[in-house]
């Protein structure tokens, strides 16, 4: 079965008339997997429906949005009624107020948060806070880990231990670049080292709370302890990135489930939590919403209390935190372990079909998200991840794409499930994996 995409295609090359590459963020255009992206018109539950009228089982919910699934009643009546009073006011409402106790109330080191508008907006406005807290400039990131399109998070390590970073993206300036160091992943040495020599000029260490973006790496035991201990003896605080993990990986995202309040895996945060937190994806649901918040007291360094500048005209949109505040009262402790056995089952039936098939991969967890890495042996961090096989993942894709199920176009992604992801929509997932696995061991598409 191969669909029509005669509506996308012709919406595709009217986007690349207007649009660099016709996508308004790079993954969207196919590029890792080749062929024409889907346009989607709309979506409800677990469906995604393209304009030629296909039908896809959703696997990227909005890259990590949608855990309720599309549409969800109470969602929807939320936003409506808030649009109906007014699309945004540039004075203080109630459902920021609401958003934020909501989020204070579920992750217990954040005591205040400040809304912005995007995931990349809440790790600038983190990097500034720290720097004008600790009166430093560098920031160590690890490799592989995204936290945005911030100048000075786009750098990636060469190779060796804590080079200093050349940017990579053109447009970076060397000087944004070059107050940034990157390190290996799961590398307490290589942390340890760094800091025993340039400890003093260290900000900040800002890391992905679980990787979600080289697909899902989680941190080997001891790593975020140690991150916490490390920066902690020098002075430098610790921004934990939860913006793909928060209350995804569990009610109270990475910072639960590690704590083990909510039972999975205790003691990563037994030496301390972070000191500053990032939060977008699910707690916008789908709406232009995200936050960065800690202590009381290093928040107060925030104009106009404090220093620090930051403001946005949009930021707490009533419309926007209204979504966000809906989809967080749906994610009740009921839903976790529901994510995780529906996530379980997939992946369980995937690498089944992978391993009948003879195709090595690896299937990597944290909590309900999780990811196939086309290649054997564990993945520890960037190098590891960028050592598998694209060109696999990439006729695996297609086949699961002409079965109706739409995975993320990308062999580094975490893939997504949502609360609606059940019944039809299940049963044709794992309907369609013995093909693409067989696609991707043979080397053709079906
Ligand atoms: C998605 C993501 C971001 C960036 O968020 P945007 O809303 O796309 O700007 C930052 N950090 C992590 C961990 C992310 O997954």
Redo the contacts with the bound molecule.
């Keep these: 079965m191969t669909f029509s995409t005669t509506r996308s295609q012709a919406l595709f090359d009217r986007a690349r008339r207007v649009t660099p590459a016709g996508v308004n963020s790079p993954v969207r255009a196919f590029g890792g997997v080749g062929g024409t992206p889907r346009f989607i018109d709309r979506a409800d539950g677990a469906w995604l429906t393209d304009v030629d009228g296909n039908h896809y089982v959703d696997l990227i919910c909005s890259?990590?949005p949608m855990i309720l699934g599309h549409a969800h009643p109470d969602v929807l009546g939320a936003v409506t009624s808030a649009a109906a009073k007014g699309f945004s006011f540039g004075t203080p409402s109630e459902n920021e107020v609401a958003l934020a106790s909501e989020i204070v109330d579920r992750v217990e080191p954040v005591e205040q948060v400040r809304l912005v508008s995007?995931?990349?907006?809440?790790?600038m406005s983190a990097l500034r806070l720290a720097r004008g807290a600790t009166g430093r400039s560098v920031i160590v990131k690890f490799a592989g880990?995204?936290?945005?399109?911030v100048d000075a998070l786009l750098a990636q390590a060469g190779s060796g231990v804590a080079t200093f970073a050349l940017p990579d993206s053109a447009g970076v300036p060397a000087s944004a670049a070059g107050e940034t160091v990157v390190l290996p992943y799961n590398d307490l040495d290589a942390l340890e080292d760094l800091f025993a020599s340039r400890g003093e000029e260290i900000a900040a260490v800002i890391t992905?709370a679980a990787p979600?973006?080289m697909g899902v790496v989680p941190p080997a035991p001891g790593f975020t302890e140690g991150l916490r201990r490390v920066t902690a003896a020098h002075g430098a605080l610790l921004i934990s990135?939860e913006?793909?993990t928060g209350f995804r990986a569990s009610r109270s995202g990475w910072y639960g489930h590690e704590t083990g309040s909510e039972g999975a895996h205790p003691g990563g945060y037994a030496g301390g939590a972070p000191d500053l937190f990032?939060f977008?994806?699910v707690m916008g649901g789908g709406f232009p919403a995200?936050a960065f918040g800690g202590r009381a007291d290093l928040m107060a360094h925030l104009a106009p209390e404090g220093p620090v500048y930051q403001a946005g005209t949009l930021s707490g949109n009533p419309v926007a935190t209204a979504a966000g505040l809906a989809t967080l009262r749906g994610c009740t402790p009921e839903l976790y372990p529901r994510l995780e056995a529906t996530a379980t089952r997939i992946a369980g039936a995937a690498s089944a079909a992978l391993s009948e098939e003879g195709v090595p991969h690896r299937v990597q967890w944290a909590g309900s998200m999780f990811s196939i890495f086309f290649r054997d042996g564990e993945v520890r961090g960037f190098a590891d991840a960028q050592a598998q096989d694209t060109g696999a993942y990439g006729r695996f894709f297609h086949a699961m794409l002409d079965a109706g199920v739409h995975l993320p176009p990308s062999a580094f992604e975490v893939w997504f499930v949502s609360g609606a992801l059940e019944g039809a929509a299940l049963d044709t997932v794992l309907a369609a994996l013995p093909a693409a696995a067989k696609a991707a061991a043979s080397g053709r598409t079906t």
């Excluded at 880990?145 to 399109?149: K, N, P």
Aim: with cysteine; aromatic share 8%; glycine share 22%.
């Design positions: 890259w990590g995007s995931g990349t907006e809440a790790t880990c995204y936290h945005g399109h992905e979600g973006n990135d913006v793909m990032t977008g994806k995200a």
